[in-house]
């Protein structure tokens, strides 16, 4: 190779960002499918649906798998999965109010044979979603049964704002970290990206500020960059999550990210594969 080729070759190279990103900082965690998105699927089509699409693992709901399952039960659930090509890597969102409740809930996600459960403990103050509360009694419950059961939780965020979300019900991650700071290190994060951004965080600094305690996190695009909820296809997004993914590469986050877009779907199944096709393009 003559001196002027290998400076045109390297100019070249130089000139690709992303490869020379890449070389340094390698993406380690993966897309997944949260059980939500597929909440009108049947069992057999969520599972069906994650094969024809290519989403090899699952955060399985209680729609495909119910708590009351039996041992058997979940024996072939778990033969179906890996018919699929389905690897169900958690369980939740999964909602607690008592002792009790968590107790069967963990036992539930040992049964199942998974290492992390994106859970919710609270209290119910009535029988609306929006009577719910983040509860520091209940955090401790699940932290003792964390340690005990050895399976991490990973409290989900519901958002800031009142009209798109729960901020009674562990808005941010700031909030939530005053719940848990001092539990077990196994209390951690499900940390929803679109709702973090149109809290308006900075989602990177949140990233860098909890890495030890992020778990796993769900994202979609939304078309409102202050509506959290507002799911929508990559081509009407309000925001770009290249920092976001930047900043979880920085951290060496290994765990998955559930692509939620239930409200969206399924009246509107192509945003499926055009978000997986982004969000995969920035991995």
């Known amino acids: ?11 070249a190279f ?4 992303c490869t020379l990103h890449r070389l340094r900082r390698s993406t380690k ?8 998105t597929l909440k009108s699927f049947k069992t057999a089509e969520a599972l069906e649906f994650c094969r024809a699409h290519g989403f090899t693992h699952l955060c ?42 968590a107790k069967r809930r963990f036992d539930y996600a040992a049964a199942l044979g998974v290492p992390l459960i994106v859970g919710v403990p609270g209290r119910r103050l009535g ?19 964390a340690d005990e059961y050895r399976i991490r939780f990973a409290i989900h965020n519901h958002g800031r704002n009142p009209n798109t979300g729960n901020p009674n019900l562990y808005p941010a991650v700031p ?18 990206w679109a709702y973090t951004y149109a809290d308006g965080l900075d989602c990177a600094e949140v990233a860098r500020t909890y890495a030890s305690r992020i778990f796993d996190g769900h994202v979609r695009c939304i078309s409102d960059a202050a ?57």
């Open 227 to 283: 509506n959290g909820s507002s799911g929508v296809n990559p081509a009407g997004r309000a925001f770009d999550y290249g920092g976001i993914f930047d900043a979880l590469r920085e951290i060496g986050y290994d765990g998955c990210l559930g692509l939620e877009l239930a409200n969206a779907f399924p009246g509107n199944p192509q945003w499926i594969d055009e978000s997986r096709d982004y969000f995969r393009g920035l991995m």
């Open 60 to 101: 399985v709901k209680d729609f495909h798998l119910p708590f009351d399952a039996t041992g058997p039960q979940i024996a072939v659930f778990r033969r179906m999965c890996g018919d699929a090509g389905v690897v169900p890597y958690a369980a939740g969102p999964i909602y607690m109010y008592s002792e009790d409740e």
């Open 127 to 145: 029988p609306k979603w929006t009577d719910c509360r983040g509860d520091r009694a209940m955090c401790e419950v699940c932290s003792r049964l």
């Open 1 to 11: 190779m003559t001196r002027r080729s290998f400076i045109s070759a390297a100019a």
């Open 175 to 192: 909030e939530t970290f005053e719940f848990i700071g001092d539990l077990s290190p196994r209390m951690g994060f499900c940390v929803d």
């Open 14 to 17: 130089a000139a690709s960002g």
């Open 29 to 36: 965690f993966r897309l997944a499918m949260a059980g939500y």
